[in-house]
Every structure is written in C-alpha cells, then in structure tokens.
C-alpha cells in the first residue's frame, strides 16, 4: 500500500460491521439499508444559512503584533528623547532614551520575526519598495530606524564601558557619525510610530478601516505616552524636564486623538471600542494617562512620583495599542460591524442625491 501527504485529507471511513440482522426473506438492515444497493459513504450534505457567520477573514495576527506595535512606538518615541538630550546636553537622558530605544526596537524585531515564522521573510519583504503597500514601507522604516539608533546605542554603551568595547580603529569612526546617527534615527521615529495604524486601517477588518484617518494621530500620541513613561522610570529627575513635559503633551493628544475618532466613526463600527475586553482595556488606558500626566505635571520633581507616573504612562500606552488591536479582531467576527455601516453609507449617498454612480448606489 502506498502513502501520500494528501491521506491526511480523506474522510475517516466509518468501520463495515457484520451483517447478523439478515433474515431470510430479505430482512432490513440496521442502517436503513435493505440489502440491495450499497449505501453511501459521504453523509447527507445539511444546508445552513450564512446569516450570522464572518463577512471578512480576521487578520492573522496574535499577541506578538500588538507587543510589536507597542515596542515600536517605545522605540520611536525614545530616539527623539534621545535626540532632545542630545541638543540640550543632557547625556544621561540621551544615553537611556538611545538604550530604551535599541531595547524595544530589538524586542519588537524579534517580536515580529516571531509572527512571521521564518527570519528570511523579513528579509524577503526588502526585496522591493513599494509606496502603496503599508507592510512594504514599514519595513524599510524599521530597518533605516535600526541602523541609526545601533550606532547610537553602540556608541553610548562604548562610552559606558570606558572604551573597551573591541572596536580597534572603528572608534574614531563611530565617534563622528554618532550625532548624525541620532539625528537619522529621530528622523523614521515618527513613521515608525505611525506606520503600524496605516497599516491596520489599509486591511478589511470594520474597526481599524473605519478608524484609518485618526489611528496614526492615536498612535503617535500613544508612542509619546510610552517614552516619557520610560525615560522619567529610568532619568534622575533634574534631567527629565523634557521627558516631564513630553508626557504632559502626550496625555492631552492621547485623550483627545481618541474623542475625535469615536467620533468620526460610524457609531456601529466603533462599538467594540467601548464593548467587551478592548473597552475595558481603553477605559483604563485613559484613567492611567490622566493619573500618569497629573503626576508628571505637579509632583514629577520627585523621584517615586515619577517613577509612578512614567510606569502607568507606559502601562496606558500598550493597553492603547492592545485595546485597538483586540476591538479591530472582534469587529471581523461579527457581520453586522462589516454590514450596517455599509447600509449607513450608502443611505448617505442616496441621501446625498448620488444615485447614479454605480450599481450599488442605484435607486
């Protein structure tokens, strides 16, 4: 007998059993059978209606993407930290904004490598550039974003270790391209930021289309929310004013990037903004970056103040970025966020006196 990799598709056959109910005179067999024909193998189709089930493919992606868009407004947010502390000549909070900034961006390196399954795929994706394709321009972003911030963190982790780093004659060199290094990385920290919500708006699933023109202002305003988090963890305080100040900007765009895309939203799609796990997830998001920007504003001169307040910063940012993530998965489940605000658009365009356009828009 021969073996194939497609043996594993073939429906399990039911196992024959004896035939001890036959009488004489043509009895009726177990299985409704009598005897005279074989019976079928495939089982009687059952028709379903298709009311109900998913009109779009959720997106394929799990908890590694949305630690992955976290990390990387972390990493954006904390290369123009680093570049503030750069211009303002303040070297430690330019030494941990570049640190926090390689640590995250390596994180969600790894993070993504980790949903794509193979390491070569990364690579592939940078066999071209392509302006329309969102996943294609993300991917020369990070890569342009990485370069700059190694360097930088090399040269800061050289300087820590009082020049014993084995550089040998590439010290004087990365001494000089250390500034411009910095500057290059601050330079994609914003589209890096921003990059992941195009991404989200530019794919079928209800919620995250229907947010596509708001999301990259959430995003970035959640990406300083978790830098300033960070680095007022991680600076003395008569070094973090800018860091201080950072995040009081932040919590202010967070809040209000939000307000404004609920509502430019259509009501139906942006109910799993507020419903289930991703509601709760965003309504604690706001009560942390209210609490993490009152802290920054009026006691983050004191050193456990702001450690408090950069932690709950950081922590409303990634359930920002979860929150999003979650609530654009549960909308793809679920018709009527796919339909409804279909119907909603296009009784605005019959409204609107568009009934001519196309098909979809006749009367």
Known sequence: MTHSDFDSFRPTELARRRRTDRRRGGGRRRDGGDGSREMPMVPEAEFTSYYGRPVVKPA???DDVAAYLFLG????GSALLGLGGQLTGRPVLRRNAR????????LGALALVKDLGRPERFLHMLRTFKLTSPMSVGSWILSAFSAGTGVSAVAEIDRMSGARLP???LRPVLQAVEGPAGVEAALFAGPLAAYTAVLLGDT???TWNAAHEELPFVFVSSAVLASAGLAMITTPVHEAGPARKLAVFGVMGDVAAMRVMEHRMDPIAAEPLRQGRAGAMLRWSERLAA??????LLGGRNR???AASGLALLAASALTRFGVFEAGLSSAKDPRYTIEPQKNR???RRAAGITDDSITTAG
């Open 204 to 206: 079928a699933t209800p």
């Open 304 to 306: 456990a103040v702001a």
């Open 60 to 62: 394929p992606w799990g």
């Open 167 to 169: 550089l040998g004659p």
């Open 99 to 106: 640190l926090s900034a390689l640590a995250a961006v390596s």
């Open 73 to 76: 407004g972390v990493a954006g």
């Open 346 to 348: 296009l009784a605005a």
């Open 291 to 296: 609490a993490g920007g009152l802290g920054a």
